[in-house]
């Protein structure tokens, strides 16, 4: 065959395929105007949620299609080269309950079988246990009334580049400080980690330095790159680690392991886990609310209530206890929040163990939704008043994504509402150190990080009406025929 009759047969392909493709009552052109516009004006609107549902719904689709060749439910089909409603269904709930069956199985084993869940906890005679369950000092709950679930998820849908950093963030090399007798050092790692260091003794609060991510089987979110990476073998020898709380962001078992040789202060119920982990009982004390102890000569510390809540698997919320760290040595009180929302009873924290020198008081992952549990940057200025803080450090921010805002807005907020109240604000850089009385860190090293970007269709708005007329176009093109079919059958009727 010359070209020029390959040619001529291209062409009529061509133009055989295009009156097929543009011929009214085409579903196939209807289909393509419909999800192409919509899946476009989904990227372009930050909507990439919406495409992810559109490619779970097309595989479901693909999947009922594919068994709808086998001969699964067609005992009363009569026409089995026509797939009926009916058997569709059927197929697409046997798919549904076969993965459901695999993601129960799946939880039960890992429930079961996985370390990362830790021990169970026992019930406890505390005042503070109730029906199984610990309790806040304040009435808490996860939900808002100036919001409502579903907005909070219409929230989460929509997708925002600046939730995380798109770049690595600047840190410091990690490196001690030569120190006096009598002088603390600082180091801040990320999120809740802070490491006080003095010529007796080491501490550090809520360690984590493991790569995977804030949750079991080192799912959920990773954390965010640093331009220095810190793990346990950075660190001088760890006497002791003080934990809040049970979340996976806080309680990491690698580094727990990592820092078996240390001895932990932990709330009621911590302690099952760490002992799973191979930690030795004999190195593991537990402390109730307002229990106190003198950890060495030098070292008083104290456990005190935060607003909060805890659990690592599936049906042990609030199984063990959460709360709030104070530590007094060298003529210093100072006090770790772990994680909190704003309450009542910082005053009276402030009353017993108070004032403090320095605070470090959660900052982020907040949202109006569950302000009862993380404090908004408005009321973390409002309980370094109130713990009579002198110097207060934002913390649980800098390292995951677990709320809406945008990943700098907690040092931001919190700087500036702190400058109009007059609190001062300490920001160190990640894994920086410096010695506490010598100086009071206050870069703004996350401004220019990172820039935020609107949707791309707002900079283009007549691509969007574009999309938008498309979109109702390819509707028309598959409903109208269908109109017009019932009209003539009803007609013929």
Known sequence: MDSETSGKVDSV??????????????????????????????????????????????????AVKLLAKTKLFTKKEKDLQKVSRKRKLKLLSLIIVVLVAIMVLATTIAVNF?????????????????????ENVEATTLSNDETSTWDTLGQYMVSDNCRSPDEVLPSQEFKLKDLEDGQFSVSWFGHSTVLLHTNEFSIITDPVFSTGGAGPLSLGPSPFPYEHEYTVDDLP????????????????????????????????????????????????????????TNVSEDLFAAFAPSRHFSGRGVTDNSATLWGSWIFKFYGNSIYFSGDTGYMEEFKNISAIYGPFDLAFLDSGQYNVAWEHVHMLPDQMIQAAMDLNASVSIPIHISKYELALHHWYEPMELVSTYGAEQNVTIATPMLGSTFIFGEEVPQDTWWRGVTECTDPFLDDYPLVEYALIYTNVVGILWLVVPRIKNRESSSEEE
């Open 13 to 62: 392909v061509e133009q055989s395929f295009a009156s097929r493709l543009f011929q009214p009552g085409n579903d196939r052109l209807g289909y393509i105007l419909f999800l192409g516009s919509l899946i476009l004006w989904a990227e372009g609107r930050n909507l990439r949620s919406v495409n992810v549902i559109l490619v779970i719904i097309a595989i479901f689709w693909l």
């Open 237 to 292: 020898e760890i006497d002791y680690v003080f934990i809040s709380h049970d979340h996976y962001d806080h309680l990491d078992k690698n580094t727990v392991r990592e820092l078996s040789d240390s001895r932990f202060y932990v709330p009621l119920g911590v302690k099952y886990h760490l002992i799973e982990w191979g930690i030795d009982e004999d190195n593991i004390q537990e402390f109730d609310w307002y229990d106190e």
């Open 114 to 134: 996985s370390e990362d869940f830790g021990g169970d906890a026992p019930e406890y005679d505390s005042p503070n246990y109730n029906d199984g369950v610990f």
